[in-house]
């Protein structure tokens, strides 16, 4: 088997598309580039805003009010867990087990138990179960006693 001839000379360029884009690219890094020759871009995919007191034609990405994102302390806690485990904590550990917001953090959930039962937490551990739903388990003073918080919510 012969090898194949090539009809292109090496060394010299391809005159057709490739060398005019180079040409036209090399122009445009040296000089500039002139108003009419780039594309027109294409602004389908940004969201703007539906405000109406917004100027016309505003590309300004919505920002979220960090007031909205708070959450209240009815928000944060949903239930009191009354299942053995949790009327075990509250006899034997002097804590409570609450149902609360996925969103929540530590501190939340000890201001929310705060305001809601009057009473200051001394710690508050927090896991999010296999079901998706995060418990929070709040540690009493050693002069609060749960059984009497419990009591006072309904719980027992």
């Known amino acids: 088997m012969a090898p194949k001839k090539d009809t292109a000379k090496k060394g010299k360029k391809d005159e057709g598309s490739k060398g005019a884009a180079a040409s036209k690219t090399a122009a445009a890094v040296k000089g500039g580039v002139e108003e009419g020759d ?3 871009q294409d602004f389908d995919d940004v969201q703007t805003s539906e405000d109406p007191e917004a100027a016309p034609g505003s590309q300004v990405p919505e920002k979220i009010d960090p007031k ?8 944060i806690i949903k239930f009191p867990l009354t299942t053995e485990l949790g009327m075990k904590k509250i006899e034997e550990d002097n804590t409570m087990v609450f149902v609360v917001d996925r969103r929540a953090n530590k501190p939340g959930i000890k201001r929310a138990v705060k305001q809601m039962y009057k009473v200051k937490a001394v710690k508050v551990n927090t896991l999010i179960a296999p079901n998706g739903q995060k418990k929070a388990y709040v540690r009493l003073p050693p002069e609060k006693d749960a059984l009497g918080v419990a009591s006072a919510m309904g719980i027992l």
Request: aromatic fraction near 10%; avoid cysteine.
């Open 38 to 40: 780039e594309e027109d």
């Open 68 to 75: 909205e994102a708070k959450l209240d302390q009815f928000e």
